[in-house]
Nanobody, 126 residues
Framework: QVQLVESGGGLVQAGGSLRLSCAASGRTFSDYGMGWFRQAPGKEREFVAAITRSGISTYYADSVKGRFTISRDNAKSTVYLQMNSLKPEDTAIYYC???????????????????WGQGTQVSVSS
């Protein structure tokens, strides 16, 4: 089992920045690819960003490319999501997820992840 705990959410004005963190425990962190997803009220959960086990490769949704950056620190068992130039449409609950598989085509699918955190709320005011 892998336990994931997100932090860093909050309320920010449009154009502002937030940095989300996700601390993992329970298994060897570097054995897992990591991802961030988000879910806005009344909408389905959507992919935001992902990073491979080593951190060499990263993937982003088109809607956040150039504004968000995913990174990881395997020594601290933590994955981060730096969010800049935030927009009201970025308002959602953000979830951290871990996957054992290294199969890249599934990296943007929620079904490709094995463990999930409880989520952290991000609210962007206009």
């Amino acid at each position: 089992q892998v336990q994931l705990v997100e932090s860093g959410g909050g309320l920010v004005q449009a154009g502002g920045s937030l940095r989300l963190s996700c601390a993992a425990s329970g298994r060897t962190f570097s054995d897992y690819g990591m991802g961030w997803f988000r879910q806005a009220p009344g909408k389905e959960r959507e992919f935001v960003a992902a990073i491979t086990r080593s951190g060499i490769s990263t993937y982003y949704a088109d809607s956040v490319k150039g504004r968000f950056t995913i990174s990881r620190d395997n020594a601290k068992s933590t994955v981060y999501l730096q969010m800049n130039s935030l927009k009201p449409e970025d308002t959602a609950i953000y979830y951290c997820a871990a996957r054992r598989s290294s199969y890249i085509p599934q990296i943007k699918r929620a079904s490709g992840y094995d463990y999930w955190g409880q989520g952290t709320q991000v609210s962007v005011s206009s």
